[in-house]
């Protein structure tokens, strides 16, 4: 199959899981509570740190070592490469994080409710990549086999769950229908196919860049974990939210390593 048509595929899995979080808007009469909220944080974290350094940062490792490159090149400037991306991103488009009254990034005139839409969309940029690439370097003689890109989109679209949860629930209590909560839930996934496919459309053109871009969405993915996902998921010093850290990793890695 076609890697790119396989990547697009690929990332609808993910993308389920956010739709699949965003229905639940119309089984919860209130918002999620703290517990619960700090809960899917971590877990979310956890999926995403394990799937940073199992999915992408050793297979990345690999691919150098199989084009004779030194394995720390990639690994240093793509990582960074990567992190920086989403801080300048950060900088550069307003938004506004679930548990933060201030918003981000420039001044605007964008609604509550648009701003905390763009903050999860940004945070899927880097999964969508990391999902996608995996399917589109998947093979027998790759790193990354085919179940093993089964394996991280179903990570991805495990934590993309509460993920969903997180935008639709908040934006109904600020005023939203059900319906139009369900709709920005769901559509703050669908960055994930759209930065898939185009990560694969990279690696298939330009193949020797894939150990770049392995270690970019890894950066990218750990500088959401790190600026967003485990302080909101640790507030008031929650055990909670680390245990469910624990968790999510465990998990990640269990479905990374087992297929």
């Known amino acids: 199959?076609?890697?790119?048509?396989?990547?697009?595929?690929?990332?609808?899995?993910?993308?389920?899981?956010?739709?699949?979080?965003?229905?639940?808007?119309?089984?919860?009469?209130?918002?999620?509570?703290?517990?619960?909220?700090?809960i899917f944080l971590g877990f979310a974290s956890g999926v995403m740190l394990a799937a940073s350094f199992f999915s992408l940062i050793?297979?990345?490792m690999q691919y150098s070592e199989q084009q004779e490159m030194p394995v720390w090149l990639p690994l240093l400037i793509g990582f960074l490469l990567g992190a920086l991306f989403l801080f300048v991103l950060d900088k550069v488009i307003p938004h506004q994080h679930l548990n933060n009254e201030k918003p981000e990034g420039p001044k605007s005139n964008l609604s509550k409710q648009l701003k905390l839409?763009?903050?999860?969309t940004l945070h899927n940029i880097p999964e969508g990549m990391a999902v996608g690439l995996a399917f589109a370097i998947s093979g027998p003689d790759n790193p990354v086999s085919l179940i093993g890109a089964?394996?991280?989109?179903?990570?991805?679209a495990i934590q993309n769950i509460p993920e969903g949860a997180i935008i639709s629930l908040p934006l109904q209590s600020e005023g939203l229908s059900k319906p139009k909560a369900f709709i920005f839930g769901m559509l703050s996934?669908?960055?994930?196919?759209?930065?898939?496919?185009?990560?694969?459309?990279?690696?298939y053109f330009l193949f020797p860049v894939v150990p770049f871009v392995l270690t970019f969405a890894?950066?990218?993915?750990?500088?959401?974990?790190v600026d967003e996902l485990i302080?909101?998921?640790?507030?008031?010093?929650?055990?909670?939210?680390?245990?469910?850290?624990?968790?999510?990793?465990?998990?990640?890695?269990?479905?990374d390593t087992l297929l």
């Open 189 to 203: 996934g669908i960055v994930e196919p759209i930065a898939g496919v185009l990560t694969a459309l990279l690696a």
């Open 218 to 225: 890894a950066g990218a993915m750990v500088y959401v974990v």
């Open 58 to 60: 050793l297979p990345s």
């Open 150 to 156: 089964f394996a991280l989109a179903i990570g991805i």
């Open 117 to 120: 839409f763009i903050a999860v």
């Open 1 to 38: 199959m076609n890697p790119v048509l396989l990547a697009f595929l690929g990332t609808l899995i993910a993308f389920f899981g956010t739709t699949l979080g965003a229905s639940f808007i119309f089984f919860f009469r209130k918002g999620l509570n703290d517990t619960l909220n700090r």
């Open 231 to 255: 302080p909101d998921a640790s507030q008031e010093h929650s055990n909670v939210g680390v245990v469910s850290a624990i968790l999510g990793f465990a998990l990640m890695m269990l479905l």
